[in-house]
């Protein structure tokens, strides 16, 4: 029997939820007092090259309000870094009944699964944008191994898309709750330098929007394709971010980021 409107669209929401009230915690979470910088005299940031963050939201959800994110990324590493929050485009969703919303690629169900149907064509669409903005910041300056991508459920999705096939190799890319949005065909694309980005991929055990299965087949189709992935998985974590996540991310770009030496 085919469900109901309202069956499709609490799905979406929960998305949308979910993820504001992460964002709220991680802003009252913070001290109230926070640590004074360092003095001019030490400061192990001047010797960090310019360094990108490029952030993509989940569906239904836009790039401002996912801005509090970076206030949780405090080390001195970070203060040269540049973070983009960019807004998907308001399109048609097939799985909401066709409502429109910020959505990066259309989706046919939710919850997602491990073989819950891609449109790939459409993936491939918006993972030509994210190269756009890739590029231009690497014109503006920024080397390569400095730039990360990183995203949440439909988001983390298009980040996997888009380290995957960028023909260059990039810092990292993290997903977060997240699933292959493509078949396995898809590996044969895959260039040789973007093999050797490494990618964090973290899942909450409760997800009910992108089922854990969904998260746990990434790193078995990472493997064939020869890409190194940090597989985490975060018991009674719904689908929603965690400031444990978040606090590992830091620490996991920082061992990355490339000095300006």
């Known amino acids: 029997m085919t469900p109901s409107p309202v069956l499709f669209a609490k799905p979406i929401a929960v998305v949308g939820v979910t993820f504001g009230i992460t964002i709220f915690f991680i802003l009252v979470s913070q001290p109230e007092n926070p640590p004074s910088p360092p003095s001019s005299l030490s400061r192990p940031q001047d010797s960090m090259a310019r360094s990108f963050v490029l952030w993509l939201h989940g569906l239904g959800d ?36 066709g409502a429109v919303m910020p959505s990066w690629f259309d989706l046919h ?11 790939e064509s459409a993936v491939l669409k918006a993972v030509r944008n994210v190269h756009n903005i890739i590029d231009k910041e690497i014109t503006a300056g920024t080397n390569p191994d400095n730039i990360f991508v990183c995203g949440f459920s439909q988001g983390g999705a298009l980040t996997l898309a888009s380290v995957l096939l960028y023909p260059r190799t990039l810092g990292g890319g993290a997903v977060f709750s997240g699933w292959v949005p493509f078949n396995s065909s898809i590996i044969e694309q895959i260039p040789p330098d973007a093999k050797k980005t490494p990618i964090l991929w973290s899942h909450g055990m409760d997800d009910r929007t992108v089922l854990f299965e969904a998260g746990q087949a990434g790193p078995p189709f990472l493997e064939r394709a020869g890409v190194s992935c940090e597989f985490k998985a975060y018991p009674g974590l719904a689908h929603s971010i965690s400031t444990d996540e978040l606090r590992y991310l830091e620490t996991w770009i920082k061992a990355r980021l490339r000095s300006s030496s």
């Open 109 to 119: 169900e939710i919850p997602i699964t491990a073989v819950s149907p891609n449109d």
């Open 62 to 97: 836009s790039g401002p309000a996912n801005e509090p994110i970076k206030t949780l990324f405090t080390s001195p590493e970070f203060r040269n870094t540049k973070w983009s929050f960019p807004s998907a485009p308001s399109q048609r969703v097939t799985c909401n009944n």
